[in-house]
C-alpha cells in the first residue's frame, strides 16, 4: 500500500511546478591530497546553471541538522563522481546517507525531493538503497565512450519519459556517454540484493572485459535517478588526453538533457530559504572556482573549501 501510494503521489506531482528559481545542492567530497579539505568539481555546478538553476555547496563533516535545514530550503539535490570510500564514518559517504534518508522521507510525507546521482553519486544511491552494504558494488573498467543499450521499457521511467527522440537516438546510435568508473551495479547484484522491484533499469553498457554493467537507473518508489557515466564532461572537461570525453554538437547536446532532467524536477517543490540575504549567503556564487587543469587532468576546475 505504502509503495502504490507514493507511486500515484510521484506520478501526480510530476505533473507541477511549484517555482520558477530552483536550486539545487551539489555534494561536496573530500580531496585527498589536503587533509580536511574538500571540493566541487565546477563541471557539475556549470551544468546544472546551463539548464536554468542555481548551486549551493552541501558541505561534508557537519551536523544532522545542517542537512535537514538544507534540503528544507533547496529543491533537489546532485551527487557527483569521484572516488571516495563508502564506508568511512565522515565526508561525502555519510553525508549523502543523511541526505539519502531525509529526501526519503520527505518524498514519504508528500514533499517531492529529487536526486541525480552520477557515476559515483549513483553508486552511492545503491550502496544506501543497499542498507549500506558495498556486495551490490561489482568491479568493471570502462574509460571510453558509448552509446546507451536501452531497455525496452526504458520510456516508461521519469527519466527518458519526455525525452526528445532526436535525443534518444543520440545516446543509442553515437559515442555520447563519457565513462570513467572501475566499479559499477549490474542487474545480477541488483538481483541479488533484492531491489530489482524498486529499482528500475533502463539501459546497460559492457566495459572492454564484456562485463555488463546498469548506465541508468531509477527509483521506483522516490524521485532518485542514477547514472554511470559523466553526463557533465561533454561541455565542460577539456583534458587532451581523455578522449573519452566526446564534445561533438550531438554529445553535448545529449549531456545537458541529463541536467534539465533534475533542474525540471527541482521546479516542483516551492522549499526556499527565508530571506534574499540568506540565500545569496548560501550560493556557490561566495566562492572562486581555482584552475585545475594544469595540475590534475581529470578536472578543470573545482570549487574548493576548507
Known amino acids: 500500500m505504502i509503495a502504490a501510494g507514493l507511486t ?52 561534508i563533516n557537519r551536523t ?11 529543491n533537489g539535490v546532485v551527487l557527483p563522481g569521484g572516488g571516495v570510500n563508502f564506508v568511512d564514518h565522515e565526508g561525502y559517504a555519510d553525508a549523502g546517507r543523511i541526505i539519502y534518508e531525509t529526501a526519503m522521507k520527505m518524498n514519504e510525507e508528500g514533499d517531492y525531493f529529487p536526486i541525480f546521482g552520477v557515476c559515483q553519486g549513483y553508486q552511492l544511491l545503491m550502496f ?5 552494504n558495498c556486495s551490490i558494488m561489482s568491479k568493471c573498467e570502462s574509460f571510453e565512450a558509448l552509446p546507451l543499450m536501452f531497455k525496452p521499457n526504458f520510456r516508461n521511467s521519469s527519466l527518458f519519459r519526455d525525452a ?13 556517454t563519457s565513462n570513467h568508473h572501475r566499479f559499477c551495479v549490474t542487474e545480477e547484484s541488483l538481483r541479488n540484493a533484492k531491489l530489482d522491484s524498486t529499482w528500475r533499469v533502463m539501459s546497460v553498457n559492457s566495459d572492454p572485459f564484456n562485463n555488463t554493467f546498469i548506465s541508468s537507473s531509477e527509483s521506483s518508489l522516490y524521485p ?9 564532461k561533454n561541455a565542460y572537461e577539456w583534458n587532451i588526453n581523455q578522449t573519452f570525453n566526446p564534445h561533438f554538437p ?3 547536446e545529449s549531456g545537458r538533457y541529463f541536467y ?13 530559504y527565508s530571506s534574499v540575504e540568506e540565500e545569496q549567503d548560501q550560493l556557490i556564487y561566495n566562492y572562486n572556482p581555482s584552475y585545475m587543469g594544469k595540475r590534475f587532468g581529470y578536472i578543470e576546475q573545482a570549487y574548493y573549501f576548507d
Open 8 to 59: 500515484s503521489l510521484y506520478l501526480t506531482l510530476t505533473l507541477t511546478t511549484a517555482t520558477e528559481r530552483p536550486i539545487l545542492g551539489v555534494l561536496a567530497q573530500e580531496f585527498r591530497l589536503s587533509r580536511g579539505k574538500s571540493f566541487v568539481p565546477a563541471a557539475y555546478v556549470k551544468a546544472v546553471e546551463a539548464s536554468g538553476a542555481r548551486v549551493v555547496p552541501i558541505f
Open 250 to 252: 550531438e554529445a553535448i
Open 128 to 132: 544506501l538503497a543497499n542498507d549500506n
Open 64 to 74: 544532522f541538522e545542517y542537512y535537514q535545514d538544507t534540503l528544507n530550503k533547496i
Open 164 to 176: 526528445p527522440e532526436i535525443i534518444i537516438n543520440y545516446l543509442k546510435t553515437l559515442q555520447v
Open 260 to 272: 534539465d532532467w533534475i533542474v525540471k524536477a527541482a521546479r516542483k517543490n516551492n522549499h526556499s
Open 224 to 232: 532518485f535517478v542514477g547514472v554511470q557515466f559523466h553526463p557533465e
